[in-house]
């Protein structure tokens, strides 16, 4: 039975993303086309919001992969402080930029979504205001990994801030049931009530379809990056080594 | 096109942006990958070559 801690090993990681990146991409493709296509041409207005609720494919996939991707970097650091694999340091720095794209449309499709809808393009709302925080971590982040040469000390620093980080992470995906106020509104895509059945607060089937669809396309997207940059940050890291090892003969 | 009424700068926008830094997110990522890979293996061969 092979263990999980096998693709710590950046050949065997290598190998096997290779192997498996044209499906994923493939799906990602499909993915996205069909929910964005379906959403986008097919799927009638909404009875309060009109044709603005179409903006729902792009932004609400868009935030929760901000946030997950958040969640992938924790987990990923958590495991290089614990168990110092390169390849999971490397994974979280390979997926920073993901999310900042990712925070950043969810941002702008947000404040474009709320000029209309709300009458200002943005306001200091406890999860828009998170969101912002949350952006400007993975700035941070970026930023640190560029700011040190040595990866074992970059990979050990940039763990910790983001595990800092987590705080705001989860304040984004939760600042609307913390503080029930603001101008955003509540889950209501995901919200066991909505998938049991209960119709109150829930998205209509009509959009619900292409916008799971859409989300699994951006899930798909997310996995391929992910797999092609790590891939990027193994062979740099390597390469690093050998001109390192070259200039001290 | 569907009719997007009044709210079609506001979807379109989104839209495009939206798609605009997906596009440059992916081609960046590949093209950074493939620079990279040939920048290693140039390195990987003359430390072969010099030993």
Known sequence: MSSIWEYANPKKFIATTNRLLP??????????????????????????????????????????????????????????????????????????????VMTVIALATGAIWGQPMW??????????????????????????????????????????????????????RYAVNFWNQGLHQGSSVLRAGALMGDTEERVSNVFATPLFISMAGFVMLFIALVFLRTQTEIRARRMRALLARERMQ | MPDLGKYADAVLSSYAVSLGLILALVVLSVARARRVRTALEEVEARVKKHG
Request: net charge negative.
């Open chain 1, 23 to 100: 499906w994923v991409t493939g799906l990602a493709v499909v993915l996205m086309a069909v929910g964005l296509v379906w959403g986008f041409f097919f799927t009638p207005d909404d009875f309060r919001q009109g044709s603005t609720v179409k903006i729902i494919y792009i932004h609400v996939p868009a935030a929760m992969m901000a946030i997950n991707t958040w969640a992938m970097m924790l987990v990923t650091s958590l495991v290089w402080i614990v168990r110092r694999h390169h390849v999971s340091a490397l994974a979280a720095r390979a997926a920073a930029p993901i999310g900042a």
């Open chain 1, 119 to 172: 009458g200002t393009w943005w306001e200091w709302d406890p999860r828009l205001t998170s969101f912002l925080i949350l952006f400007l971590f993975y700035l941070g982040y970026i930023a640190l990994w560029s700011a040190i040469e040595e990866d074992d000390t970059a990979a050990d620093l940039t763990s910790i801030l983001c595990l800092v980080g987590s705080v705001f992470a989860i304040l984004s």
